[in-house]
Every structure is written in C-alpha cells, then in structure tokens.
C-alpha cells in the first residue's frame, strides 16, 4: 500500500475513533484527494508590490502597519505602507504574503487541484471555515492539507486560505 493510500486509511480510522468512543456520532470534515504545488519567491517592496497588482482581482485580506484591507474581488492598490502580510485567492491558487526583515517578503503561491485516484493525490484536504471580520464578507474558507509527518504520523501540514463563501 502506497504512503498516500496508508494516510487515507488512517485518516478513516481517526473519524471512526471519534464517532464511536469520544463524541457520540460526531465527524471530523469530510476530505477531498488533492495535489500540491508550491512555489517560493523572496523580494523586496518593489517587486512585492508588482507582484501583488499583477495578480488582477483577487479575494483575501492585506495587513498593513495601520490597517487592515479586505479584497472581494478586487485588485490590490499600490500602497506606500509596509505589508505585513496577507492571505489572497485567486482562480485555484492561494497567495500568502509574510515580511522576513525590513527588506524582504516572502510570496508563497499554492496550487490546489482535487484529484480523482489514490495514485495521483499528494495531500487529503479537509475545509475550515471561519467567520470574516466584516458581515459583508460572508466567512473565510481555508482548506486544512494532511500529510505524513517524519515519524509517519497523521497531521495538518498547512492550511491554505481558498476565498470567501457567502460574500454579499
């Protein structure tokens, strides 16, 4: 049996552990068999900032040092604030923006896709959703990704911010 194959099965034996003896018919979320690609650029505010309005209209939130800015389908703006960070969306891939020292962010793009085989998936997915700051916004989804640790153990390796389900 494959690795990605011993992750669902235990993935399976850890919902049917807490329907049966810990909480009474309750379920851990439902997974999706999903593949992840990464890819890593470090740069400086001018090409973070060209970066960031290249993407288009996007869904997500920017921190800044005095605000915060919530996108729903919209573009970033140029700003002359320092970006602290952010978490974007944008037609199946999740941006996350995070300051590394004064000079340098990291831009992490995730590209999700749902897979049909055992064979092909590299993750299992499970979605978290949490209600935005703003009632407009509807709530923030996240997808949580599994994976196998070093020891082999089941654990959430990342959640990924995948939009805004029922903005108005």
Known sequence: MRCFQHLLSDYQTYREAFAT?????????PVALVTLSR???????TELQQAL?????????LLLTDQRIAL????????????????????GQS???R???????LLLTSSIEAVESNQQGTHIATTIKHMAAEPQLGELEYQQLWCRD??????????V????????
Request: glycine residues 6%; without cysteine.
């Open 72 to 91: 729903n389908n919209q573009q970033v703006e140029q700003t002359d604030k320092l970006i602290l960070s952010a978490d974007l969306y944008k037609e």
């Open 39 to 45: 890819h890593r650029q470090e740069l400086n505010a």
């Open 21 to 29: 003896s810990l909480f009474k018919d309750w379920q851990p979320a």
């Open 99 to 105: 300051q590394l020292n004064n000079d340098n962010w």
């Open 53 to 61: 309005i290249a993407l288009g209209s996007v869904q997500g939130w």
């Open 95 to 97: 941006i996350r923006v």
């Open 150 to 159: 070093e020891q082999g153990r089941l654990h959430v390796e990342d959640a």
């Open 161 to 168: 911010f995948v939009g805004f389900t029922g903005a108005v």
